[in-house]
């Protein structure tokens, strides 16, 4: 009788032990990447990059759907789509495998089925400086489209290619900081309105490269009301403003220190905007 009583209590504790590990192993990680530009790591003048950036708001909606979630920023203020592939911006060592891409490509080849989502920013700086002193450079914009066109979708297919279980992926549309210009007289109000469809052929070209390798793309130069001109709106100091023109104002720091980056309430606009296209 003692052999079997003890034969039953060490099944029982093989039986307990062979539960436990099961019921105590901790959730799976799960990531959340951020790539980009400056916008993808929230930089502000005056503080440089921050945490209120539109990643770093996407982030507590996603984690509250999977508590097991974690964020990955591995943005660049300002990165290029060339320097995104190539490197040679940010040089602080945060890319061991030479570039963000390439960061971004062995990151998701390591984990695999564990990134659930992935979002992208970057282009601006291919086309920032080509509106020198209140005008508009056709020709350095037009080459900037052209290098654009080139570069992301050598940096969409590798990131496709990288990680074959397709996470949730969004690109953006950006939003017209140049829309400031119009507080600057008739001339500075032509170069505004000219702007808003340069801002579209350039967005557009994204749109159509997202679409092409399978990323959904957030709306941001709707959010931004880029195109909405009426009603006029009262802004203080400014006075009354076309909508479009308002929103940059309120959104952004270019109407107060003529600095093209989102305030955290604008940060804020974009991230609503990816949640759209996420959940």
Excluded at 210 to 215: D, E, K, L, R, W
Aim: glycine content about 10%; some cysteine.
């Amino acid at each position: 009788m003692r052999i079997a009583r003890l034969l039953a209590v060490a099944s029982l504790a093989a039986a307990v032990l062979a539960i436990v590990p099961a019921t105590a192993q901790a959730d799976p990680v799960h990531y959340y990447v951020a790539l980009g530009d400056s916008l993808a790591v929230g930089y502000q003048p005056g503080l440089g990059d921050t945490g209120q950036g539109y990643a770093d708001q996407l982030y507590p909606t996603l984690k509250a759907k999977d508590p097991a979630l974690v964020l990955v920023k591995l943005g660049c203020s300002g990165e290029t789509t060339g320097t995104m592939i190539n490197g040679g911006r940010c040089t602080d060592g945060r890319y061991p495998a030479g570039s963000q891409l390439n960061e971004a490509v062995a990151f998701l080849a390591a984990h695999g089925a564990d990134v659930k989502y992935l979002t992208v920013d970057i282009g601006a700086n291919d086309v920032d400086g080509c509106t020198p002193g209140g005008s508009i450079d056709p020709v350095c914009l037009a080459q900037g489209v052209l290098t654009i066109e080139s570069n992301l979708p050598t940096i969409l297919s590798r990131l496709r290619a990288a990680d074959a279980n397709l996470p949730r992926s969004v690109g953006m549309t950006y939003y017209d900081p140049f829309l400031e210009y119009w507080l600057h007289g008739v001339q500075g109000q032509l170069v505004a309105t000219a702007s808003v469809g340069l801002l579209a052929t350039i967005n557009t070209a994204e749109i159509g490269m997202y679409n092409q390798y399978g990323f959904a793309v957030a709306d941001v130069q709707g959010a931004y009301k880029t195109a909405s001109v009426l009603p006029f709106t009262t802004v203080a100091p400014y006075g009354s403003l076309p909508t479009n023109v308002a929103t940059i104002c309120r959104l952004t720091y270019m109407c107060s220190v003529q600095n093209i980056h989102p305030n955290p309430a604008g940060y804020g606009v974009i991230a609503q905007a990816f949640a759209a296209k996420i959940s």
